[in-house]
């Protein structure tokens, strides 16, 4: 513009602010577009990204859902043994022909197979004075550790022990692998013939010795039940064992393992899934107690109570299972042993302690790849399957 609304032509320096203001103004413009069409972008991107992370979770999900599922039907458990032999057949045929040889020599107790666990009387394993002992030592120096470091004021068991109220976690892994260390006889029990041994003959293979542990449940806040509260079958393969031998008295208020047989349990997650199919409901890999009821399985279920050293054997990936519905003021302490008959993420034991025990060797040599870490037990504490 170089003349104002009356005709009168403006000076040159007005004329010349006006051309800059007009310029910056456009540029200004310009850069209000750019930065807009930089934002749609910006936002499509986090869009895409989000429909890429959530295909990925669905996929993950539904994968999960599979492996799952194709676990109860015949060719699903025919599958996963062939893919398992196809990983490591050496390792697959050495542990079998170990373990056919090892089992012959053998009588211990056994494991029904049909019905996936065998129950433990307190004076099952003979002498377990030291092992119980051994347990009641660890677990005191621990609570008494983690007490005085809160300043907790716990309420006392036995005259002696702390119960510590913990926040937010209910079960809680208690020994590390140095404990594991220093304390060999917990390990040379998980590898007695009295437990390895039943845990061999009814795996039929020489079995990875995966964790020892003692767990330590106490009551959490509210009602609700979560995680390994409510019914469940683990991931670990298509059969395990586990071992939960009570290190005090359990009776229901200390939350005892429950879990119902592996033929009872294959009926109720094949009528549970038809339940939820004809409700519309989606999978998930817990169950709670009213679709147990539902299906008619409540009679089903054992409550392992009982006092110091009694216990179950259970293969925990054939038999719905929960624990730690600990009444408030109680604890319960459970020694843990698992046998896995595929390669996971647990402890790292005294490999050179065995080495001149091939049984034993071959239970153990697998976890000197977990030397390096801690272990996790994703199943006990973490979300749903
Ligand atoms: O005894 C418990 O609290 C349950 C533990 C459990 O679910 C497991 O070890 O798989």
Request: with cysteine; aromatic share 8%; glycine share 8%.
């Amino acid at each position: 513009m170089s003349a104002n609304s009356n005709g009168v032509r403006r000076p040159l320096a007005v004329r010349a602010g006006l051309v800059v203001v007009n310029g910056s103004l456009k540029v200004v413009r310009h850069g209000t577009r750019v930065r807009s069409y930089l934002r749609r972008l910006v936002r499509l991107a986090l869009q895409g990204l989000r429909v890429v992370r959530h295909a990925i979770l669905r996929l993950r999900l539904a994968w999960k859902g599979f492996r799952y599922r194709s676990r109860w039907t015949t060719w699903g458990g025919a599958a996963w043994k062939a893919a398992a032999f196809a990983r490591a057949p050496r390792e697959t045929r050495e542990r079998r022909r170990l373990a056919e040889r090892y089992t012959a020599q053998l009588s211990c107790a056994e494991m029904s197979r049909q019905q996936g666990f065998r129950l433990l009387a307190p004076d099952h394993f003979g002498d377990m004075a030291g092992v119980i002992s051994t347990c009641r030592q660890l677990f005191e120096s621990k609570v008494a550790r983690a007490d005085s470091a809160a300043g907790s004021q716990g309420s006392e068991r036995d005259g002696h022990l702390r119960v510590r109220e913990m926040k937010g976690e209910y079960l809680r892994n208690l020994l590390s692998n140095d404990d594991l260390q220093r304390h060999p006889l917990l390990v040379d029990f998980a590898l007695s013939d009295a437990a390895m041994g039943m845990a061999t003959s009814y795996l039929s293979t020489i079995p990875y010795l995966n964790r020892v542990d003692l767990l330590y449940s106490v009551s959490k806040p509210g009602v609700e039940k979560v995680s390994s509260q409510l019914f469940h079958v683990d991931p670990e393969g298509l059969t395990q064992v586990k071992f939960f031998i009570n290190v005090f008295d359990v009776e229901d208020a200390e939350g005892p393992f429950t879990f119902i047989s592996a033929d009872e349990t294959a009926r109720v997650i094949r009528e549970v899934a038809a339940l939820r199919r004809t409700q519309g409901k989606q999978h998930t890999g817990r169950y709670l107690d009213d679709e147990i009821a539902a299906v008619g399985a409540s009679h089903a279920i054992v409550r392992v109570k009982g006092p110091q050293g009694s216990g179950v054997a259970v293969d925990t990936s054939r038999c719905l299972h929960l624990g730690s519905r600990v009444q408030p003021g109680a604890f319960r302490l459970c020694l843990y042993l698992q046998y896995c008959t595929t390669r996971e993420h647990g402890n790292a034991f005294d490999v050179e302690r065995y080495r001149h025990d091939p049984v034993r060797h071959l239970a153990v040599r697998h976890s000197l790849a977990s030397r390096d870490n801690e272990v996790s037990a994703p199943h006990q504490m973490g979300g749903m399957q």
